[in-house]
Each structure stands twice: as structure tokens, then as C-alpha cells.
């Protein structure tokens, strides 16, 4: 059975920091390109970053600099650092397989149930 389980979120404090953890199973993580997606409330789907199995790795403009996403392939793990977080980066957040790429989008075939981040005083 193919599983995402994301974990790591809750409330945090503008300005702080979380990292968020997505551990697979049921698929061949190793060579597979990962996403970390969110969902801010009453928003649409926004991708924020993506890491191909050579752990090249793109990011989105939004959170350029404050956020990281790495991998541990012998953990079957993918992880996003997120730091100097602000109130508009509340969301669910969601770590998906890649499964292809066409018109400069990606489509994912497997995603993790999400994990909420609050940033709030």
C-alpha cells in the first residue's frame, strides 16, 4: 500500500521556524521526484517546492529563502525547513509524488493526507 504521511505542523509564532517531515512507503521513493504542495484557507492548491531523485531542487517565489526541501532517501523521508514564517503561510501542507510533467505543470499520482501550519500570535 502506497502511504504519505506528513507530520511536524502546528502553531507557531511569526517570525519561527518548523520543519515539516514526509515519510513514503509503497513505492520506490529513491528514484522518484517529490513536491511539498499547501492549501491556505478558502485557497486553491499552491506548489511550493519540488526535488528530483538527484536532489536537484526548484522553489517557489513565495517562500524563496525562508524555505528548504530536502531528502533522505535511506529514510524514504522528504522534509521541508521552513523559517521566518509569516501569517500568510498558514496552511495545509501536503508532500506528493510526482507522477509527470506537462505544460510547465506538475501532476502528481500519490499525496500525503496534509498537515496543518498555523502562524499566528
Known amino acids: 500500500e502506497v502511504q504519505l504521511v506528513e507530520s511536524g505542523g502546528g502553531l507557531v509564532q511569526p517570525g519561527g521556524s518548523l520543519r515539516l517531515s514526509c515519510a513514503a512507503s509503497?513505492?520506490?521513493?529513491?528514484?522518484?521526484?517529490m513536491s511539498w504542495v499547501r492549501q491556505a484557507p478558502g485557497k486553491g492548491l499552491e506548489w511550493i517546492s519540488s526535488i528530483n531523485n538527484g536532489g536537484l531542487r526548484q522553489i517557489s517565489d513565495s517562500v524563496k529563502g525562508r524555505f528548504t526541501i530536502s531528502r533522505d532517501n535511506a529514510q524514504n523521508t522528504l522534509y521541508l525547513q521552513m523559517s521566518s514564517l509569516e501569517p500568510e503561510d498558514t496552511a495545509v501542507y501536503y508532500c506528493?509524488?510526482?507522477?509527470?510533467?506537462?505544460?510547465?505543470?506538475?501532476?502528481?499520482?500519490?499525496w500525503g493526507q496534509g498537515t496543518q501550519v498555523t502562524v499566528s500570535s
Open positions: 509503497g513505492f520506490a521513493f529513491r528514484d522518484n521526484a
Open positions: 506528493a509524488a510526482v507522477w509527470g510533467y506537462y505544460y510547465g505543470n506538475y501532476y502528481y499520482n500519490y
